[in-house]
């Protein structure tokens, strides 16, 4: 007999381990079955499962494990990332405790430290994947930075370098000044910070007493100011266009340059252009062909070599030795000497409060400087062709479709990817330098010397290139580097190109588009035919998780308090198109009790003698009840797999959860309650052989998302051996001839007895009080059916008789309409009907004074522009629940009229 409860921390680790051990996720290359890939989006080998894995891998498994039932072999490819800042940051720390320092160690002892840590604890997350219940093909896990994929990225640079499609410029990038490297735009947080807008005044050269005031949120960067940028349409600077100014402080003269950068309605209407240290003035200062001399160095200090040159002193203007006093001052202290130096010189001219957004790096939390450095960097304007044409052309496609104006957006204004960074964790550079700093890339240094050696005609020293490459450039080989390319393997011929990729649209250009335009050049194909974008994890109200807010879910935690089946329900029921996903733990306690449902409806049906019946044929089956209960089965079959394909894991997850629980649980197996009662009739064994046939196809429908409760139910029945509902058929909808006849009778029986509850809750009548009802107007069909189900209308409706209205109308009797019939179900004397009229109608007064005050709020077009939008959206649905609520209630009291 099953335990009176599921127990998930009894069941799934054990559970888990025997499908591993099995084998049962592995792909079967040598199979002549059509494959099914997915690559799971490589999390980082420093992280922790949170909120925003567990969607995407839930929604990854789900779809692996309904294709492998289709009988597919299936290829879901594990493995995890380097994660180069990440991973360094964290062993960084931890020599930090010891009293040490990468430094002090030395690349080669920092590198082999980092290998160490990641054999100890580099396996973390993957554990974490499998608490969820993921069912990857652990014997193929790989690393993006083992061996074969290192192989792949060193002949990937190689080939693009040797294409011209690798090249080194100066440009400028997101520095992170802690950590001293190139940052990656997604590794930059913009976060609202409350500053203050400096307006300082330029004289203009030649023109005593005119000045030209600039407003700056970064008066510090002032020393690399070239030019002085106005709109060219804006009369008060038209004269001045072509004119110098001489900049405060340090006494150099710069031009004033129309530009329409210069928005006239902000500030003053004239900006100063500093292009080493801001992404719009080095396109200002490239327009204008200006100098760019950088004023802050690597760890964001001020630093004047290329500016020292040119300090002059201007009597009441610039001090050369004020400025040298600069040197080496961390920006925040530089800003402030330099701000109280405009001060006290009288051109500093007012400083305004002022809110916006700074750009900060997300592992270091320190303020991203804009840095002119020399860096390596692919053309993905190339590259972003082919796949741009790929989606054109349909050979990829996004769901939703409404993806793809982003995708598009993005690829035709790319811009140059900076692919190198300033760390010692990660694939470095394959790029060697001669004396005279000639540049030799090749796979490895013994190529690079011969290259040398045909260059200078002798043997050369070769200094390597001290950088790595970016995460993501690794990550976009993913899709083939994971098959064994370069090598040319059987499961690269096989799996690529992959079914569908699962992920979030915040990488779709850091990561997708750039999986599309390496697997396009190096493979000639897509990396994936269909691309599925699913939005992000918020709070129930919608807003952004966020530790500040405390209104994060650890979903390791859900968890251990609800079990790994309530949590995946959960999100796939939230998993919509095109929208976000509202999480919270009150949803997820709620869908626990749809797992607590599905097993006690198994136990009330293993109580009732069900068990599987061999040889059983759904279209054999003469009952009313249980031809309505298999019709409803092949619907649900049908409905939750249309759903699958077309990636709506909601309305897979609806189906599933109305079909369970209304139509089998509160519907089917409470009208079978007396046939099982009855012993061992022919209705009685028939109905359990249906009951038997439909658990068991209901646990194959539910095993892609919640497959801990249903293998362990499919094992406990019989269905099958413990373990194997994994490989189990997917059900197929087996439509009954004729069955509409009893569809029709037992749809009728649902709405007569809903029809009864409703009106029995809305006059609060007592569950133990029992009223008659009286048929008028009821065709003989509706009689007969009222009779022959009578004793199931009397137990779930609390109802004494029903019975044709003979007669007058009584008096104090509810009256609603079902079909054609009017069921009258006289009240006096069971309750008191004055007393809920009033009942009602006081409640109708307080929903209407509740919709009257939303309806206000979203009148107010300041309310609805200044409101944050889930603010909005929050008091759109309360309006739709009272509106709902008044129609009911009106509803309510027309039946008492």
């Known amino acids: 007999m099953l335990d009176k409860s599921f127990s998930p921390d009894g069941t799934e680790t054990s559970l888990y381990a025997l499908w591993e051990a099995s084998g049962a996720f592995s792909a079967q290359p040598s199979s002549v079955a059509k494959p099914y890939t997915i690559m799971i989006p490589p999390p980082n080998v420093t992280g922790t499962l949170h909120i925003g894995h567990a969607l995407t891998m839930t929604l990854q498994d789900t779809l692996i494990r309904w294709r492998r039932m289709q009988g597919r072999d299936t290829l879901w490819q594990p493995g995890t990332d380097h994660a180069g800042i990440a991973t360094q940051l964290v062993v960084e720390r931890m020599l ?19 290998w160490e840590w990641k054999a100890e604890s580099g396996g973390g997350i993957t554990r974490q994947l499998r608490r969820l219940g993921g069912s990857l093909d652990w014997p193929r896990e790989r690393f993006t930075m083992d061996d074969g994929l290192s192989d792949a990225v060193k002949e990937v640079f190689v080939t693009l370098y040797r294409e011209g499609l690798i090249y080194r410029d100066r440009r400028l990038v997101n520095w992170d000044p802690a950590f001293r490297s190139a940052i990656s735009d997604l590794e930059v947080d913009n976060r609202e910070t409350r500053g203050n807008l400096w307006y300082i005044r330029y004289p203009v050269e030649g023109q005593p007493g005119r000045t030209i005031t600039v407003a700056t949120t970064r008066p510090e960067t002032m020393l690399g100011d070239m030019a002085v940028a106005v709109h060219p349409e804006d009369a008060r600077f038209a004269d001045l266009v072509g004119k110098n100014v001489i900049l405060p402080l340090t006494g150099r003269r710069i031009p004033i340059v129309a530009d329409e950068h210069s928005d006239p309605t902000k500030g003053s209407g004239a900006v100063k252009i500093t292009p080493a240290h801001d992404f719009n003035d080095f396109e200002v200062g490239r327009r204008h062909k200006l100098d760019m001399p950088s004023v802050l160095d690597e760890e964001a200090r001020i630093t004047l070599a290329e500016i020292e040159g040119e300090l002059r002193a201007e009597d009441g203007l610039a001090d050369p030795a004020f400025v040298r006093t600069l040197e080496g001052m961390p920006r925040d202290e530089a800003r402030k000497a330099m701000v109280a130096e405009l001060e006290r010189l009288e051109w500093l001219e007012k400083i305004e409060p002022h809110t916006n957004q700074v750009p900060h790096a997300e ?90 050696r045909a260059h200078y005609g002798q043997d050369t020293a070769l200094t390597r290139d001290e950088d790595v490459l970016d995460t993501w450039f690794s990550s976009a080989l993913w899709p083939f580097s994971t098959l064994g390319w370069p090598q040319q393997t059987p499961e690269l011929a096989r799996y690529y190109p992959t079914d569908v990729l699962v992920t ?58 609800y079990g790994a089946d309530a949590m995946r329900f959960c999100i796939c029921s939230l998993t919509g198109l095109g929208r976000d996903v509202k999480l919270g733990r009150r949803k997820v306690e709620e869908y626990r009790s749809f797992i607590t449902k599905i097993w006690n409806a198994a136990r009330f049906c293993e109580m009732n003698g069900v068990a599987p019946v061999a040889g059983f044929r759904p279209d054999s089956v003469q009952s009313p009840l249980g031809r309505w209960i298999l019709a409803e089965l092949a619907q649900a079959v049908e409905d939750a797999t249309k759903a699958l394909e077309a990636f709506r894991f909601d309305e897979y997850a609806a189906v599933c959860y109305r079909f369970v629980w209304n139509c089998f649980c509160d519907w089917f197996l409470e009208l079978a309650k007396p046939v099982f009662a009855a012993g061992d009739t022919a209705e009685a064994v028939e109905t359990r052989a249906v009951a038997a046939h439909v658990l068991g196809t209901i646990m194959r429908l539910l095993q892609p998302v919640t497959p801990f409760v249903t293998d362990s139910l499919w094992q406990h029945f019989g269905f099958g051996p413990e373990g194997a509902l994994i490989t189990a058929p997917w059900p197929q909808p087996e439509h009954l001839a004729g069955a509409g006849e009893a569809r029709a009778e037992m749809e009728w029986l649902i709405r007569f007895i809903s029809a009864i509850r409703t009106v029995r809750s809305e006059m609060n009548v007592p569950p133990s009080r029992l009223a008659p009802v009286l048929l008028r107007d009821a065709s003989p069909v509706t009689v007969a059916r009222a009779a022959k189900w009578s004793e199931a209308i009397g137990r779930m409706a609390r109802v004494s008789e029903v019975q044709p209205l003979e007669g007058e109308m009584p008096q104090g009797a509810a009256q609603l309409v079902v079909d054609e019939a009017t069921l009258v179900i006289p009240l006096a004397g069971i309750i008191d009907l004055a007393v809920e ?41 309360r309006l739709e629940t009272f509106q709902a609520e008044r129609v009911r209630l009106k509803a309510a009291l027309a039946r008492i009229a």
């Open 504 to 561: 979030g649209f915040d990488i779709i250009f850091f990561w997708v588009a750039r999986m599309m335009m390496m697997g396009l050049h190096f493979m000639k194909d897509v990396p994936f035919r269909q691309v599925f974008i699913h939005g992000l994890v918020r709070d129930e109200r919608g807003q952004k998780m966020s530790k500040s807010k405390g209104n994060g879910i650890d979903p390791l935690e859900m968890i251990d308090s």
């Open 363 to 452: 592992r270091s939390g320190a303020v991203v400087e804009p840095r002119l450095t020399t860096q390596w960097y692919c053309d993905a304007k190339t590259l972003a062709g082919p796949a741009i044409d790929a989606v054109e052309s349909g050979r990829i496609e996004f769901v939703p479709r409404q993806w793809e104006n982003t995708f598009y957006a993005w690829m035709r204004d790319i811009q140059p990817w900076c692919i190198s960074r300033q760390l010692w964790w990660g694939h470095r550079i394959p790029a060697w330098y001669g004396p005279d700093g000639h540049v030799f890339v090749a796979h490895d240094e013994a190529d690079a010397a011969t290259q040398a």
């Open 96 to 114: 930090q405790k010891e009293g040490t320092s990468r430094h002090e160690m030395g690349r080669d002892a920092f590198v082999e430290r980092v």
């Open 837 to 877: 009229r009033q009942r009602l109608e006081k409640e109708c007064t307080k929903v209407d004074g509740e919709i009257a005050k939303v309806e206000r709020k979203l009148g107010n077009a300041d309310f609805v522009a200044r409101a944050k939008p889930e603010v909005v959206a929050e008091n759109r649905e």
